[in-house]
């Protein structure tokens, strides 16, 4: 069991470092259109995951309270949104083609607040997976192994692309290969050590379990809505983004019910 938790603690980041390392044998320069294709593709993995591996096992978990299940979804869900709210607000960060950055002014160079407003992220992600392994670990949340790994799948998936937006703008600001690589591969690191810290908590974070779920769910969906979205629609007018939104949306539906 624990080389199975570990395993999957691990397979998001290792999606980060799989990704990043594009930057080691691709030209300097992203196709904008490739770009807003990933980025799609990565929203719709995140909305896919936040329903069916977050929300719906939420509310499945509180059916006790009747009609009023959806409340510890509700609940959780407004918190995580909040939370990823009030990051966005107190940690300085840069998105990617963006000169201004946001959060607190402060005088660290472009390519690390580039690096930490992708390691914020992820950390929802690493969260989302930490409370999903803590759940099956309880063995009282009704959490299957497979489901716990689909997630983590799922979500190694859209890391990939987003291994490479991160260390290919890196590039392109002047940073060497090998360290635009270790950039992109370390702004994944908050995913197992944030997944790990969880796990570890597994005795306090299973009573609260429905609001934990639901609190990754909402803070991702806010990543989604905040800078996803947006990324994969701006530009010249294409339709590409939503195009791979949908078929992202579709491989993770299709992971959480085929191995859940």
């Not at 009609?67 to 510890?72: D, G, T, V």
């Not at 950055?101 to 690493?126: D, I, Y």
């Not at 949340?141 to 692309?161: C, D, E, H, K, V």
């Amino acid at each position: 069991m624990q080389a199975q938790i570990f395993l999957g603690i691990l397979i998001p980041f290792l999606g980060t470092a799989l990704g990043s390392a594009c930057v080691l044998f691709l030209k300097d320069k992203f196709n904008p259109m490739l770009q807003r294709a990933l980025a799609g593709f990565a929203a719709g993995v995140m909305v896919a995951a936040s329903i069916w591996s977050l929300i719906i096992p939420a509310m499945e978990q509180s059916e006790a309270m009747g009609k009023l299940s959806f409340i510890p979804a509700a609940v959780g869900f407004w918190l995580g949104i909040l939370f990823l709210l009030l990051l966005d607000r107190t940690i300085p960060h840069l998105h990617r083609n963006s000169s201004r950055a946001e959060g607190p002014k402060s005088s660290l160079q472009k390519t690390t607040m580039l690096v930490l407003a992708v390691a914020l992220h992820n950390l929802p992600e690493g969260m989302a997976v930490g409370v999903v392994y803590a759940g099956w670990l309880s063995g009282e949340a009704g959490i299957t192994a497979m489901s716990a790994l689909a997630l983590s799948l799922g979500i190694a998936i859209q890391n990939f692309p987003e291994g490479a937006i991160i260390s290919m703008p890196l590039r392109a600001e002047g940073v060497s290969r090998k360290r635009a690589y270790v950039y992109g591969a370390l702004s994944g690191a908050v995913e197992p050590v944030g997944a790990a810290l969880t796990v570890l908590a597994v005795g306090f974070v299973v009573p609260f379990l429905p609001y934990l779920l639901s609190f990754a769910a909402g803070a991702m969906i806010y990543v989604v809505v905040e800078e996803l979205i947006p990324e994969m629609s701006e530009g010249k007018h294409s339709n590409i983004g939503t195009v791979m939104f949908a078929a992202g949306f579709t491989v993770m539906m299709a992971l959480d019910v085929a191995l859940g």
